[in-house]
Every structure is written in structure tokens, then in C-alpha cells.
């Protein structure tokens, strides 16, 4: 076989969009909706988010799913999660890696300008998925800081790379970003309780047991998430229109879900994952792009 030869430039700038598509073929696989409100995005910010969600997934698995179903044990998992850390922040100095995924996510966090502080609070939370300790207050806001908020503040530096904006306007955007990511994991944990408790073992919750969660704790918890996804909203206006229309379907579906796990007894939570049907989500979505053009 006979490989065709490129220059240097036009050779990385190939190899770039192949690994680009790769990522982009991970969010089509594994997300409904997340990968319906990307669709929405500006054409140059949406190759950055769906590089961002490749590696964001890839890491997720190996310690939530592919990993484990392929027979390996918790310390096969840390040593693959280890590896993959390593060659993130060595691609993110060098530009360059075997890997893909991980090449693409690093083309964008050089271009839009994030590195090793906020990929290593992202990996020490996926770490901690691997501790069987049971969480403390403290430790599941640094939890949620590592495996949501840095993702709202990767995504913020898409949205906002070459856009004049100053260091108030930021210091808003990021506090929104790093409330939306919080409440999307929050209603993950709440949404998933069964599969996080009953296969996992695991408790997002202290001082909350799963197999006994009364609906006064699930109001309450819902109650703080509807006040993550308030703040939020309050700062979508300011975000450049190429990514407002799909920021605000994003908060519009998971705001949806956030209603139905309100209207759901606590104890059917154990039961059965609560979604937004897709009809419900396509409607969700026309409604933020009639929106975005009412503006």
C-alpha cells in the first residue's frame, strides 16, 4: 500500500480533521442531547465542543462503562486513566498525539486557550470515581467543580475565543458556565441514583440515604438545582450569538428534566432513569432557535 505524502503543514492539518471527526463521531453515539444542542452552534465553535466532549467521554468510560464491561478491574481502570492524563498534558505541549481523541481535544484547548488547569481537576474527579469511599460535603462540591464546572469553563473559552469581552463580563460567563455544569450534574446524580447506588455504590449525596431519600430531600434537592439552572440563565444573554441559541437549549432540556424528576416520587427515583421524551426534546430546541432569532 502506497501512502500519498503531504507537506508538514497540510500533513497535520489532515491528520487535525480526522481526529476532529473522530471526536465528533462520539458525540453522535453516546449523546441525544447534548449532540442535538450542538447542532446549534456557530460552524467554527461547534468542532471545539464536540473535541472537548470526546475526551470528556473517553475518561467517563474508562471508569463508568466500556472499561469495566471489557473485564477490567478498578486498578486496570486508574492505570489507563493515569496514562490518559499524562498523554493529555503532554499533547497539550506538544500538539501531537497517536491518540485521536485526545489529539483533537488538545488542537482546541491550544486554540482557545485552557491547558492543565482545568484538565487536572477534571481527572482527579474521574479518580475519585474509583475510590470506594463514601463522598463529604466538601468533597462532592470539589467533585462537581472537576467533573462539570471545569467542562462549563473549557466550553466558555470556545465561546468566547476573539470576542472582546472584559474582566467583569467574564467573571459573570464563568460563574454562569460553572453553574450550568454544576446543575447538569447534579440532576445526573439525581436522575441516576439507582444505577450509581445499586451498581456502583456510590453516593453523591452525604447524609442522604439512596434506599430511604423522602420527598422532602428530593424537593430540596431539586430546589438547588433549579437555583444552579436560575443563575445560569441570567448570563445567557450575554454570550455571543454563535453559541446562545445552544446554550439556552441545553438549560431549556435539562430544565425540562429538572420538572419531571420535581414531579416524580422520591421513591420511584430507584425505579426507573427519568428523560425527556425526544419528541419533548426536539420541541425544546425549536423553541431556543425561535428564540434566538426573536431576539
Not at 453516546?30 to 468542532?47: C, D, K, N, V
Not at 470506594?132 to 467533585?143: H, K, L, Q, R, W
Not at 416520587?265 to 423553541?287: E, F, H, Q, S, T
Request: hydrophobic share 45%.
Amino acid at each position: 500500500m502506497t501512502i500519498q505524502r503531504t507537506d508538514a503543514a497540510n500533513g497535520l492539518s489532515l491528520y487535525s480533521h480526522a481526529a476532529h471527526m473522530s471526536s465528533a463521531g462520539i458525540i453522535r453515539e453516546y449523546s441525544t442531547s447534548f449532540g442535538m444542542a450542538t447542532r446549534l452552534l456557530g460552524r467554527q465553535i461547534r468542532p471545539h465542543i464536540e473535541n472537548i466532549y470526546g475526551l470528556v467521554r473517553i475518561a467517563d468510560e474508562v471508569v463508568d462503562g466500556a472499561a469495566a464491561a471489557a473485564g477490567l478491574d478498578v486498578d486496570a481502570q486508574r492505570a489507563l486513566l493515569d496514562a490518559l492524563e499524562v498523554e493529555t498534558e503532554t499533547t497539550l505541549q506538544t500538539g501531537y498525539s497517536t491518540n485521536l481523541t485526545v489529539h483533537s481535544f488538545a488542537v482546541t484547548a491550544r486554540s482557545v486557550g485552557f491547558g492543565a488547569e482545568l484538565t487536572r481537576p477534571f481527572f482527579a474527579s474521574m479518580r475519585r470515581d474509583l475510590d470506594p469511599a463514601g463522598f463529604t460535603v466538601d468533597e462532592v462540591s470539589d467533585y462537581i467543580y472537576g467533573s462539570a464546572e471545569v467542562i462549563g469553563l473549557m466550553c466558555l473559552n470556545a465561546f468566547l475565543a476573539g470576542v472582546p469581552c472584559d474582566s467583569d463580563q467574564r467573571a459573570r460567563l464563568e460563574s454562569g458556565a460553572r453553574r450550568l455544569g454544576s446543575a447538569f450534574q447534579k440532576i445526573n446524580f439525581l436522575r441516576d441514583l439507582r444505577a450509581d447506588w445499586h451498581d456502583l455504590g456510590r453516593n453523591y449525596f452525604p447524609h442522604i440515604d439512596p434506599d430511604r431519600l423522602t420527598e422532602t430531600q428530593k424537593l430540596d434537592l431539586v430546589a438547588d438545582i433549579e437555583a444552579d439552572l436560575d443563575a445560569a440563565a441570567a448570563v445567557i444573554p450575554e454570550l455571543p450569538q454563535n453559541c446562545r441559541v445552544a446554550v439556552d437549549a441545553a438549560h431549556g432540556l435539562f430544565a425540562a428534566l429538572t420538572q419531571r424528576l420535581r414531579a416524580t416520587p422520591a421513591a420511584d427515583l430507584l425505579a426507573a432513569r427519568i428523560r425527556v421524551p425526544n419528541a419533548g426534546k426536539l420541541a425544546i430546541v425549536i423553541a431556543a432557535t425561535m428564540h434566538g432569532r426573536a431576539r
